[in-house]
Nanobody, 122 residues
Framework: QVQLVESGGGLVQAGGSLRLSCAAS????????MGWFRQAPGKEREFVAT????????YYADSVKGRFTISRDNAKNTMYLQMNSLKPEDTAVYYC???????????????WGQGTQVTVSS
């Protein structure tokens, strides 16, 4: 069983940056593709980015491409999301999870964590 804890969210002005972390406990973190997803108020959870088990392959939603970077450190059982040039429309709760496949929309599986709130003011 893999447990996931997201952190690093906060309030930032438009154009600012944040770095999210996803810490995994349990077995076999390095054996899974991983992804970031987000859910804005009143909207469904959506795909943001995914990364293969070894970090060699990444995918991004068109809305974040060129601004966000997903990465992972298997030695630390941690995945990251560097978010630059943030926009008010990036405001959402951000979640991480394992994915069955890395191609969008990521096919997340397993339990969701609490997420971390990102709020971008204009």
């Amino acid at each position: 069983q893999v447990q996931l804890v997201e952190s690093g969210g906060g309030l930032v002005q438009a154009g600012g940056s944040l770095r999210l972390s996803c810490a995994a406990s349990g077995r076999l973190f390095s054996g899974y593709g991983m992804g970031w997803f987000r859910q804005a108020p009143g909207k469904e959870r959506e795909f943001v980015a995914t990364i293969s088990w070894n970090g060699a392959i990444t995918y991004y939603a068109d809305s974040v491409k060129g601004r966000f970077t997903i990465s992972r450190d298997n030695a630390k059982n941690t995945m990251y999301l560097q978010m630059n040039s943030l926009k008010p429309e990036d405001t959402a709760v951000y979640y991480c999870n394992r994915v069955r496949i890395t191609t969008p929309p990521g096919s997340a599986f397993g339990s969701w964590g609490q997420g971390t709130q990102v709020t971008v003011s204009s």
